[in-house]
């Protein structure tokens, strides 16, 4: 399976308009690929709290609909990062959408933990309440975004859906990127699953982007992995050692804990 993850970089000098249109051109030349994958909130930057409100979408707005056509001129599954939403009562999310090569939405993913303390994000923008997986020919995707990359559970009820491959799209600073390489890891790992983590480069309102996207295997080698600056990373992936991996050591057998109890 061949992956390309888009590390676009967010310039505070560049219109939303003008980068939806350069995102879209670089997703088209992407075409050859299986899967290609945007980061957070790239179309105003994760911590531009100040826009989020004036640069809200619906739904069905300009960054779903150009972005569902760059899908089906490059002919991939596009995981379209995520963009801020207005849902029709008012409250703003941080939605990821998924498109198939025909262009057509697959899914939508509200993300599930907020960040910021009590402050932006967190108070701005309401909770994503559902777990989402899209099954594709090749593998079924699990979503999450960012900040949920902290929370393992949200992890493990993705794997219980039937995941097999997580993606993680993120607008992650610097100053923890660390923290970010330690814990794609560490999700693949415990999961048993390939991790593709894809962050943004640039300054978000201030705060330096960490870049450095990363394809992790489910024994927890890093397949690849991006610099700090805007690129495209590629690799190449078998999706079936997913399953290999979980029958040599099948760990996630002997879980006792977070398991429905019995009747």
Same mark, same amino acid.
């Given at each position: 399976?061949?992956?390309?993850?888009?590390?676009? /970089?967010?310039?505070?000098?560049?219109?939303?308009?003008?980068?939806?249109?350069?995102?879209?051109?670089?997703?088209?030349?992407?075409?050859?690929?299986?899967?290609?994958? !945007?980061?957070?909130?790239?179309?105003?930057?994760?911590?531009?709290?100040?826009?989020? /409100?004036?640069?809200?979408?619906?739904?069905?707005?300009?960054?779903?609909?150009?972005? $569902?056509?760059?899908? $089906?001129?490059?002919?991939?599954?596009?995981?379209?990062?995520?963009?801020?939403?207005?849902?029709?009562?008012?409250?703003? @999310?941080?939605?990821?959408?998924?498109?198939?090569?025909?262009?057509?939405?697959?899914?939508?993913?509200?993300?599930?933990?907020?960040?910021?303390?009590?402050?932006?994000?967190?108070?701005?923008?309401?909770?994503?309440?559902? !777990?989402?997986?899209?099954? !594709?020919?090749?593998?079924?995707?699990?979503?999450?975004?960012? @900040?949920? !990359?902290?929370?393992?559970?949200?992890?493990?009820?993705? =794997?219980?859906?039937? $995941?097999?491959?997580? =993606?993680?799209?993120?607008?992650?600073?610097?100053?923890?990127?660390?923290?970010?390489?330690?814990?794609?890891?560490?999700?693949?790992?415990?999961?048993?699953? @390939?991790?593709?983590?894809?962050?943004?480069?640039?300054?978000?309102?201030?705060?330096?982007?960490?870049?450095?996207?990363?394809?992790?295997?489910?024994?927890?080698?890093?397949?690849?992995?991006?610099?700090?600056?805007?690129?495209?990373?590629?690799?190449?992936?078998?999706?079936?050692?997913? /399953?290999?991996?979980?029958?040599?050591?099948?760990?996630?057998?002997?879980?006792?804990?977070?398991?429905? /109890?019995?009747?």
């Amino acid at each position: 399976m061949h992956a390309s993850l888009i590390q676009i /970089a967010v310039n505070p000098d560049e219109s939303v308009n003008s980068r939806r249109e350069r995102a879209a051109s670089l997703v088209v030349a992407q075409r050859g690929a299986d899967l290609v994958v !945007l980061p957070e909130l790239w179309p105003v930057g994760a911590f531009a709290y100040t826009v989020f /409100a004036d640069e809200a979408e619906p739904l069905s707005g300009p960054t779903h609909d150009i972005m $569902a056509k760059a899908a $089906a001129e490059a002919g991939v599954w596009l995981h379209a990062g995520s963009f801020v939403e207005r849902a029709g009562d008012g409250t703003l @999310y941080n939605t990821t959408l998924v498109f198939s090569p025909q262009g057509e939405r697959a899914a939508a993913y509200r993300k599930i933990h907020r960040f910021g303390f009590d402050k932006g994000e967190a108070v701005m923008m309401g909770a994503g309440e559902e !777990l989402v997986t899209v099954a !594709l020919p090749e593998t079924t995707l699990g979503l999450a975004t960012c @900040y949920d !990359l902290r929370f393992p559970e949200q992890f493990r009820g993705l =794997v219980d859906a039937g $995941a097999e491959t997580l =993606v993680v799209s993120a607008g992650w600073p610097e100053r923890r990127r660390s923290h970010w390489t330690l814990l794609a890891q560490a999700r693949a790992v415990e999961n048993q699953a @390939y991790v593709l983590a894809v962050g943004s480069a640039g300054t978000h309102a201030g705060v330096e982007q960490a870049g450095h996207s990363i394809v992790v295997d489910p024994w927890g080698e890093v397949l690849a992995e991006a610099g700090a600056g805007e690129e495209v990373l590629t690799v190449e992936f078998d999706p079936g050692r997913t /399953a290999t991996t979980r029958a040599q050591f099948p760990a996630l057998k002997d879980r006792r804990l977070g398991l429905a /109890a019995p009747r």
